[in-house]
């Protein structure tokens, strides 16, 4: 594989949309995806090869669409637990994105990529359940001779379009590295105003100079895990609080820094179409 990366760069996020309807969508549990006839799919298209190393997109846990329906969404970063079965890697949380293994799953994104070739998509893979230590080994059989996948530390440039970029987590030492902002008990969310404090305060922290040298920062915002404490919170009804808040927080901050700031990939629960296109104008 071409060594393209440009150390010292930084992914930078985003997401995206054009649909310009009365009532915004910035939270969406519905499984059909309306996309409005002029919806930019391959929004990375017009990013300037030179200007970043990559740009991110957001993860989308707990998203009522399937994974096609993501991607043309504009979503640019999944992440998906799996355990091995015999030489299948199956992927958990089945429903979410239709397909039972990792190969099919990233057959779809390789399709999607086929199609939109100014589009990459970052893809983490976490092993979960047992046999973890063979899940590296058999998605690096898959990916390390790929012309269309991304093993490499080295952060490839927007240039090296048209690819599966694969991010390391703990064990899982494929790809570049990644730097989480949310800190373990980030999770546990008892109150909605807290959450708030805690994702402005991730925000920030990705714009840090440090963390852009040699990894990507991935930006925890609205994913919220299930909450261990509150019965009345679970991922849905805090995205539904979070979601519109977050919309207006990123134009705000969209209004009034210039240049841009830069926050990382964004994670997101159940965003609607405009809060995607919200993130993606920060590029
Ligand atoms: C897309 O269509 C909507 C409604 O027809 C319009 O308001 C919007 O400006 C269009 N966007 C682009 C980028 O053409
Ligand atoms: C956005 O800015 C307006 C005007 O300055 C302010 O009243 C509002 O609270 C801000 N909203 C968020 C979510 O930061
Ligand atoms: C979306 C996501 O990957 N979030 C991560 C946030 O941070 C916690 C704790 O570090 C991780 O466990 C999550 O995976």
Redesign the pocket.
Known sequence: MKKMGVPGKILCVLMLLLHSSIQQQVFNDQETLHLPANYTVGWMETLDDENLALYGGFIAKCQAWSLENQLKAGIRFFDFRVFPLGKKLLIMHGPVYQYPNLKDALETIKTFLSKYKSETVLVRVKPVLFFKSKVPLLVGQMAKNDPDSWTDETIPNIGQRGKIVFVQKNAFRLGIRLYETAKHNDYIVTNVEKKKEKIIKHLTETTYEQYRADCVVLNYSSGTGMPRLRLDINPKSLAKQINP?LY??LD?ESKKSNPKPCFGVISMDFPGLDLIKKVIEFN
């Open positions: 808040w207006k927080h705000n």
